[in-house]
C-alpha cells in the first residue's frame, strides 16, 4: 500500500545497513546526517561540486538537471545521483561509496611567529589587606584599590560581588584580576603564577586553539577541529548565502562554531590541567566571514559588491557574551579585519613574519578557495584576495578530496609514477598537492603543453617514458591519465587525472599568480627583487616548492628563498595574546595595509589570462 504523503519512509545507508525514518521530501543528503553519515559536500548543497554522489540500488528518481551535468551516462545508468539534489518520498537503498564520505584531514598547527616580551592585556597583582577594625572601617572597595595602590579603578560588578567573600576566605590575601584598566575578578591568596589564556585560528576549513601559559609565554596545549560548519558549504560565500537565507541559520552557524572553540578549550584544559575559569582572555583570529559568523554579525553584504563587511577594527566583548566558556568575565579579543576577503587571519600572518617592520620587501601567499596575498614591507603593504576556487582542496577535480587517509599527497615520475598515500592504505582519490605534483611532472616529461593539453600518446615527445605514455587513455569526454590503476586504489575504479581538472588547476593557479602580478606590479617590483616569498597556512606547507614554480603558482625565484611560515595566523594570535603591544601593531596594521580590489582593475583579465598558461619547459 502506498505510504500517504505524511508518513515517514525509510531510507537504509549502505554498507553500515543504518536505517532511519524521514519525511517525505527531506533531502536525501539531510537523511544521510540523521544517520550519522556525514558526506564530502563542498558546495554546499548547491548542486555545484558533484562530490556528494551516492547510489541508490532500487528507486532511483529521475536524475535532475545537476545530475546530468555533474555525472556521466554510465554512472546515471546504475542509479547514481547527488545526494544534495535528491528529495526522498519512497523507501530507499542507499550505498554511500568510500570516496563520498567525509574524513578528518591533517591540520597544521605549528606556525613560526616572532618571539615576543610578555605584556598580557590581563595581569595579576597580588596584595595583603590590613584586616578592618573598629579604628579603620574602610569599605572593602576602598581597602582594596588603596592596597593595590590605585586612585581609581572600574570594578566589574561580579568582582564587587564577590569582594567582601573573597578578601576574607584567606585572611585579606587577595589577587586582583584586572583587563584594560577594569579589575574583572578577585581570587583568594596569591595567584599571580598562575594566568592562561587561548589563543584561536579559525579557518574556514579548521580550527585550532594554544593554551598559553601568560606568566612565562610557554604553549601548555594545543588542539585542532574541522570547522564544524563544513556542512553547510567548503566556502565562505555558501556559508553566507545559508546564515542569510536560512531560517536560524547565523545563529545555528555562530553556536556551531563556539561549541568547537568549546572543545577545543575543554580538550586543551584536560591535557594542561587548568581549569577554563583560570582563562581570561582568548585572541581570535580569522578570515573575515568567519570573524563575523563568531561574533554572531550578520556577514550578508561581504558577499555582495562592493563586499563590505559589518565591522573591521578589533572587537572586545565577553566571553559569555558569545558563549565561550572561559572565565565568566574573561574577555574575547578578535583580531582587526583589513577588507571583507582580507581578515584577521592575514593580519596575524603579517604580525608574525614581521612584514611590517622589515626593510626586505617579501610576498606573503595563503594559498586556500580564496588565496590572500600581501606584498611589501615597513615603508607599504598592499593585499588582495583572489578566488582560486576549490581545486586546491580537491573539489571540483574528479577524484580530488582533502588531505584525508587515502589520498594520494605526492607524486612523482621515475620511469614510471610514483606516489605516495597519506595513511598508507590504497589510494582513493587525489588532494591538491597531488594535483598540482601530477601536472608539474607531465609538465616536466613533456605530456602536458604549456597551454595545459593532455597530449595523445602519438603527439608525446620521444622523451616521455612509454609506462607513462600508455597511461593516457580516452576518457568518456576527453583524455585523461591513469594516476592508480582500479586493482591499486580501494574504490575499485581507476584514479585518474581528466582534461578538465588540468583546466581546474590552471584556473585556481592563474589565480593566485595574477594576484601576485598586479601586487609586484604596483610596486614595479620584478620577482627577483622579492627577498623571499612566504607560504602560509594549511596548503601551502604541504606544496613542494619546485612543483609549485613549475606549474607558475608561485614566482620564479630562486627556491631557498621561499618559506614554509606554517600556521602564521595562529601565531598571531598567540603573539595578541601574550602582548598588548601586539595588538597594537595588529590594529596599525588593519589601519595602514591598502586593500587592492582586484575586480576594480582593469588588467586583472589580461593578467589571469597570462597566468593560466604554464611556463615553457
Ligand atoms: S553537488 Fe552536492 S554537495 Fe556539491
Known amino acids: 500500500m502506498p505510504a500517504s504523503a505524511r508518513d515517514p519512509v525509510r531510507v537504509t545507508f549502505e554498507p553500515e545497513g543504518r536505517t532511519v525514518s524521514v519525511l517525505p521530501g527531506t533531502l536525501l543528503i539531510e537523511a544521510a546526517g540523521k544517520a550519522g553519515i556525514v558526506l564530502e559536500t563542498p558546495c554546499g548543497g548547491q548542486g555545484v561540486c558533484g562530490k556528494c554522489r551516492v547510489e541508490i540500488n532500487r528507486n532511483a528518481p529521475e536524475p535532475c538537471d545537476a ?6 551516462k554510465a554512472e546515471l545508468d546504475r542509479g547514481t545521483r547527488l545526494a544534495c539534489s535528491v528529495h526522498v518520498t519512497q523507501e530507499l537503498c542507499v550505498l554511500v561509496p568510500i570516496a563520498t564520505r567525509f574524513f578528518e584531514h591533517k591540520i597544521l598547527t605549528d ?8 605584556h598580557p592585556t590581563v595581569t595579576k597583582q597580588h596584595v595583603t589587606l590590613p584586616p578592618p577594625a573598629l579604628s579603620d572601617q574602610r569599605a572593602d572597595a576602598d581597602r582594596l584599590l588603596e592596597s593595590l595602590g590605585r586612585a581609581k579603578v572600574d570594578l566589574d560588578l561580579g568582582a564587587l560581588r564577590t569582594l567582601p567573600t573573597i578578601i576574607r576566605s584567606k585572611d585579606f590575601s587577595v589577587t586582583a584580576v584586572s583587563a584594560e584598566g577594569r579589575l574583572v575578578a578577585l581570587e583568594p591568596g596569591d595567584t599571580t603564577a598562575h594566568n592562561y589564556g587561548v589563543a584561536f585560528d579559525i579557518g574556514t576549513t579548521t580550527v585550532v586553539g594554544f593554551l598559553m601559559d601568560l606568566v612565562n609565554g610557554r604553549e601548555l596545549a594545543v588542539a585542532a577541529r574541522t570547522n564544524p560548519q563544513i556542512p553547510f558549504g567548503d566556502d565562505v560565500v555558501s556559508r553566507i548565502r545559508y546564515a542569510t537565507t536560512s531560517p536560524n541559520g547565523l545563529r545555528e552557524l555562530q553556536e556551531r562554531i563556539v561549541g568547537c572553540l568549546n572543545d577545543i578549550i575543554a580538550e586543551c584544559c584536560q591535557t594542561s590541567g587548568i581549569g577554563p575559569e583560570h582563562l581570561y582572555e582568548a585572541t581570535v583570529v580569522g578570515n573575515t566571514t568567519m570573524s563575523h559568523l563568531f561574533l554572531g554579525v550578520d556577514p550578508e553584504f561581504i558577499a555582495q559588491a562592493p563586499y563590505v563587511a559589518g565591522f573591521r577594527r578589533s572587537v572586545n566583548v565577553l ?10 568575565h574573561g574577555v574575547v579579543h578578535a583580531l582587526p579585519n583589513i577588507a571583507g576577503f582580507v581578515g584577521s587571519d592575514t593580519v596575524g600572518v603579517i604580525l608574525a613574519a614581521g612584514m611590517h617592520g622589515a626593510d626586505e620587501r617579501a610576498l606573503a601567499i595563503d594559498i586556500g578557495t580564496n588565496g590572500e596575498l600581501v606584498v611589501g614591507n615597513k615603508d607599504r603593504l598592499v593585499t588582495c584576495s583572489t578566488a582560486a576556487g576549490p581545486a586546491f582542496e580537491g573539489a571540483r577535480i574528479r577524484f580530488g578530496m582533502r588531505a584525508a587517509d587515502g589520498a594520494i599527497d605526492k607524486f612523482i615520475i621515475n620511469h614510471d609514477v610514483q606516489f605516495n598515500v597519506i595513511g598508507n592504505l590504497p589510494p582513493r582519490g587525489l588532494c591538491g598537492t597531488a594535483v598540482i605534483d601530477v601536472v608539474a611532472e607531465l609538465l616536466r616529461v613533456g605530456a602536458v603543453e604549456a597551454t595545459g593539453r593532455l597530449l595523445p600518446p602519438d603527439e608525446m615527445p620521444a622523451s616521455v617514458p612509454d609506462p ?9 569526454k576527453a583524455l585523461e591519465f591513469i594516476i592508480a590503476r582500479k586493482e591499486e586504489t580501494s574504490t575499485g575504479g ?17 589565480a593566485i599568480a595574477a594576484g601576485a602580478a598586479i601586487l609586484l606590479k604596483e610596486f614595479g617590483l620584478e ?3 622579492l627577498g623571499h616569498v612566504l607560504l602560509a597556512g594549511a596548503f601551502g606547507n604541504f606544496i613542494r616548492r619546485n612543483m609549485a614554480k613549475r606549474i607558475g603558482l608561485l614566482p620564479d625565484v630562486p627556491t631557498d628563498r621561499i618559506l614554509y611560515i606554517g600556521n602564521a595566523a595562529g601565531a598571531g594570535a598567540r603573539m595578541a595574546l601574550q602582548s598588548r603591544r601586539c595588538k597594537e601593531e595588529a590594529n596599525r596594521i588593519s589601519d595602514c595595509t591598502e586593500y587592492l580590489e582586484l575586480a576594480g582593475r582593469a588588467d586583472f583579465q589580461q593578467e589571469f589570462t597570462n597566468a593560466m598558461m604554464f611556463p615553457e619547459a
Not at 545530475?67 to 556521466?72: E, G, I, S, V
Not at 581507476?494 to 592563474?510: H, M, S, W
Open 111 to 118: 606556525g613560526r611567529g616572532r618571539s615576543v616580551a610578555l
Open 527 to 529: 620577482p627577483k627583487d
Open 67 to 72: 545530475d546530468r551535468r555533474l555525472l556521466t
Open 494 to 510: 581507476a584514479l585518474c587525472l581528466t582534461q578538465r581538472d588540468i583546466r581546474e588547476l590552471q584556473l585556481a593557479k592563474g
Open 319 to 328: 566571553g559569555r557574551d558569545v558563549g565561550l566558556r572561559i572565565h565568566p
Open 468 to 476: 607513462i605514455r600508455r597511461r593516457v587513455v580516452q576518457g568518456e
